[in-house]
């Protein structure tokens, strides 16, 4: 049995509603279950229903899916769920929700037209509609030099100079090491890692890091702060790193990188050259991507007692990801959405 992301997402909305029926419930928690690999035997006992029961669910749910979970229409008796509802409810759901709210719920929609928040859920899985969902895009850039900035930079992602290194530049700010009031509770056979929603702050610290494109390899250093001063001590040492090479430093607008110290230095350097991405464009400096990983392989989740350990750990993780996972990000992109 086989079920899209979506479609568990509503199923698991579904078990844990207070205000869905139950029948409802059992029959999500059927396919959860299946979907998890337990046997009809098993399920049968745990949910306290029949294996008939259990088999009618799964075999109608791997025909039809979500909407195989509703009930079918009783000989004589019309449709609960009118067409003209459906579309109603559509409508609704792709509607600006009113009275402070922000966003629609299934349950309010359902209130709205006083049906079961499942048979609402339904009917948007149907029409593939998701108002509980938000997807975030890469606003245009308002830069009147877009295209000749990204033309620039991707050009160097592509096609790099000879005995020239691409490196993409930038700095992570306030990464806080947070300590719990108390100990983590580890993981164990159903049930998840546990963290106390309180904690302790124990400082913050800076991290400027530049990712050599063509090779993986992350230069990273920390600081108390992040200013023009102490980008300017990167910047110094990346040049101490690649002192025989061309460099083209991709980075973004931010106002240290443009400091009157680091321009002169800058001026002073033949073999550097910087490439600004264009505003409101970060997404093109490939380091963003490393931080995204190292975000989710570091910080999410993590207890530190000190701001130094927080340090220790970020360093170490930047020689291990050298040694062991640093290779070029894949890049395929065309260059014909954004050259229009």
Not at 82 to 102: F, H, Q, R, W
Not at 108 to 131: D, M, N, Y
Not at 251 to 276: A, M, Q
Request: proline share 4%; glycine share 6%; net charge positive.
């Amino acid at each position: 049995m086989e079920a899209s992301y979506e479609e568990i997402n509503e199923l698991n909305s579904w078990v844990r509603s207070h205000t869905i029926e139950s029948r409802y419930a059992t029959r999500a928690k059927i396919i959860l279950k299946s979907l998890e690999g337990m046997s009809l035997e098993d399920i049968s006992k745990s949910l306290n229903v029949t294996k008939a029961t259990v088999n009618k669910w799964r075999n109608r749910f791997r025909k039809s899916g979500l909407s195989a979970l509703d009930d079918l229409p009783r000989a004589g008796k019309p449709p609960v769920i009118t067409a003209e509802t459906k579309a109603a409810v559509m409508e609704l759901a792709c509607s600006k929700a009113k009275d402070g709210y922000t966003n629609w719920t299934q349950k309010r929609i359902g209130e709205h037209f006083g049906i079961s928040q499942s048979k609402v859920g339904t009917i948007l899985a149907e029409a593939e509609l998701k108002p509980h969902k938000t997807d975030y895009w890469c606003g245009k850039s308002t830069d009147p030099e877009f295209t000749k900035k990204m033309t620039s930079i991707v050009g160097l992602y592509m096609e790099p100079p000879d005995n020239a290194l691409v490196i993409c530049v930038d700095e992570k700010t306030q990464i806080q090491a947070l300590d719990r009031t108390q100990p983590l509770l580890p993981l164990k056979p159903g049930k998840p890692k546990r963290l106390t929603s309180t904690y302790k702050r124990n400082g913050t610290v800076s991290l400027f890091a530049a990712l050599s494109v063509h090779t993986g390899k992350i230069i990273g250093k920390t600081e108390e702060r992040a200013n023009g001063e102490s980008f300017l001590k990167f910047l110094k040492g990346i040049a101490k790193e690649y002192k025989n090479k061309k460099l083209h430093i991709i980075l973004d607008n931010h106002s240290i990188h443009k400091k009157s110290d680091v321009i002169e230095w800058l001026e002073s350097k033949k073999n550097i050259s910087f490439h600004y991405t264009p505003t409101y464009s970060s997404w093109l400096n490939q380091i963003e991507i490393w931080f995204g990983i190292m975000t989710k392989d570091v910080l999410k989740g993590g207890v530190w007692k000190s701001k130094q350990e927080l340090i220790d750990q970020i360093i170490l993780y930047i020689d291990t990801y050298n040694k062991t996972r640093a290779k070029p990000f894949s890049w395929n992109y065309d260059g014909k959405p954004l050259s229009k």
